[in-house]
C-alpha cells in the first residue's frame, strides 16, 4: 500500500500560511557584555547579571538594597573603565561578543554549512538574548536546537541558567522546538589536548621558562559548592588530566579561583593569593592559564593579565605570562566541533 504524502504541500487547507520547517538548529550561549562601556549601559548589564538568583543566591531582602544602593551606584563606572580598556573599537562591543560570533561561524563552516543545520549565538545576559536568538532559528524552520552553554565545567550559576533562561523563553511559545542541552567536557580528550597544545605552543615562544603554572578557574562561594555544585569537582578532573597530558605534578601544575566576589567566602585556593605568596617565597616566573573560560573576556585579559600580574610582579616576581583563551582558533574550534557532533548523533550525520 502507498501511504499518502503528508508532507505535501497539496495536503495543507488552502489558507494555510507558509510555515518553514525541517531544519536544525545549534545555539551557542556566553555569559553577556554590556553594550556599551559608559555608566548607563554597565548599570543595565550589571544589574541583569547581579539579579539572577543562580548568581546571587542571597536573600532578596538583603540582597535588593545592597544592589540598588551600593553596587549599581558605584559599580558601573569602575566596570565601565576596565572594559573600555579591552573594548573592540573596530567593532564597537565587547571581545567576548566578537569571538563567540567568530566561533558560530567557524562551526557552521565545520558542519558543511549544511543546508538542514542553522548555528547561532547568543548572551546569557545583554545582547543578543536568548530568546530572540531561539525566536529566530524557529522562524527559520528549526524543529530541533542542541543548546551548547560555553562552559567545559557545570555550575549552576552559569550552565543552569542558560537552561533557565532557555526554558523561559520556550515557556512562551505554543509551537516549541525540541531541545538538546549539550553536557560540559570538561574531560574530553579532546578539549584536554587542546589546553596542552595551546600551553606548550605558547610557552615554546617565550624568552623564559616558567617555575610553575597556574590553572585560574573562575570561582563560586563555598556555599554554593556546600550545596552540592559539582563545579569544584570538575575543575579539579580538569586539571589532573592535563598534569596528566603535560607529565607534570601538583606542584608544577596548581589549581586556582578567581573573581571572587563581597565578603563571603569562595573556594580555594584563591588566584590572587596565590601568585602573591609565590612571589613572595622566591619563585620568579609563572604562567596563568584559564581553562574554564572558552573565550577572552574581562576576567581574562584584565584580571588576569593586568591585575594579577601586577600582584605577581608587585610581591617580587620578575617574569608573568598568560595564556590566551581557546577563543576561535583551530583547537579551540575541535573542542566545539567535537561537542557539537557528538550531541548532534541521532539527529544528523555528520
Known amino acids: 500500500m502507498t501511504m499518502p504524502d503528508t508532507n505535501s504541500a497539496s495536503h495543507k487547507p488552502a489558507n494555510h500560511p507558509p510555515v518553514k520547517h525541517g531544519r536544525i538548529g545549534v545555539l551557542l550561549v556566553n555569559l553577556g557584555t554590556p553594550e556599551a562601556t559608559d555608566y548607563w549601559s554597565m548599570r543595565r548589564y550589571l544589574r541583569e547579571f547581579l539579579s539572577d538568583r543562580r548568581v546571587i543566591e542571597t536573600s532578596r531582602l538583603i540582597w535588593w538594597p ?10 558601573p563606572g569602575k566596570k565601565g573603565k576596565e572594559y573600555d580598556a579591552i573594548w573592540n573599537r573596530e567593532r564597537n562591543e565587547g571581545p567576548l561578543k566578537t569571538t563567540t560570533r567568530a566561533q558560530a561561524e567557524k562551526l557552521a563552516q565545520m558542519l558543511g554549512n549544511s543546508e538542514n543545520i542553522t548555528v547561532d549565538w547568543a548572551m546569557r545576559y545583554g545582547k543578543p538574548s536568548i530568546k530572540e536568538r531561539i ?31 532557555t526554558f523561559d ?13 549539550a553536557p560540559p567536557w570538561y574531560s574530553d580528550p579532546v578539549y584536554i589536548e587542546a589546553l596542552a597544545t595551546s600551553l606548550q605552543q605558547h610557552m615554546a615562544d617565550l624568552t623564559f621558562q616558567p617555575e610553575v603554572i597556574l590553572a585560574s578557574f573562575h570561582g563560586i562561594p563555598q556555599d554554593y559548592f556546600d550545596k552540592g555544585d559539582p563545579y ?3 575543575c579539579a578532573m580538569t586539571t589532573r588530566l592535563l598534569r596528566e597530558r603535560l607529565g607534570v605534578g601538583e606542584q608544577q601544575l596548581i589549581m586556582t579561583f578567581q573573581s571572587r566576589f563581597g565578603p563571603a567566602e569562595w573556594i580555594k585556593p ?5 601568585l602573591k605568596k609565590l612571589a613572595q617565597n622566591g619563585l620568579k616566573s609563572v604562567a596563568v592559564i584559564t581553562p574554564g573560560f572558552t573565550a577572552d573576556c574581562l576576567e581574562t585579559i584584565e584580571e588576569i593579565g593586568v591585575e594579577n600580574r601586577d600582584n605577581f610582579l608587585n610581591a617580587g616576581g620578575q617574569n608573568f605570562t598568560f595564556v590566551p583563551c581557546l577563543n576561535d582558533s583551530s583547537s579551540g574550534m575541535d573542542v566545539i566541533a567535537a561537542v557539537a557532533k557528538r550531541e548532534l548523533s541521532g539527529w544528523i550525520e555528520l
Open 66 to 75: 545592597v544592589l540598588n544602593g551600593i553596587i549599581l551606584t558605584f559599580r
Open 135 to 165: 525566536d529566530h532559528l524557529q522562524a527559520q524552520g528549526c524543529e530541533r536546537i542542541l543548546l551548547v552553554p560555553l562552559y567545559p565545567q557545570y555550575a549552576a550559576a552559569t550552565t543552569a541558567t542558560v537552561c533557565d533562561e
Open 169 to 181: 523563553a520556550l515557556k512562551q511559545m505554543r509551537w516549541q522546538p525540541s531541545l538538546r542541552v
Open 232 to 234: 569544584y569537582c570538575h
Open 270 to 274: 584563591y588566584t590572587d593569593e596565590t
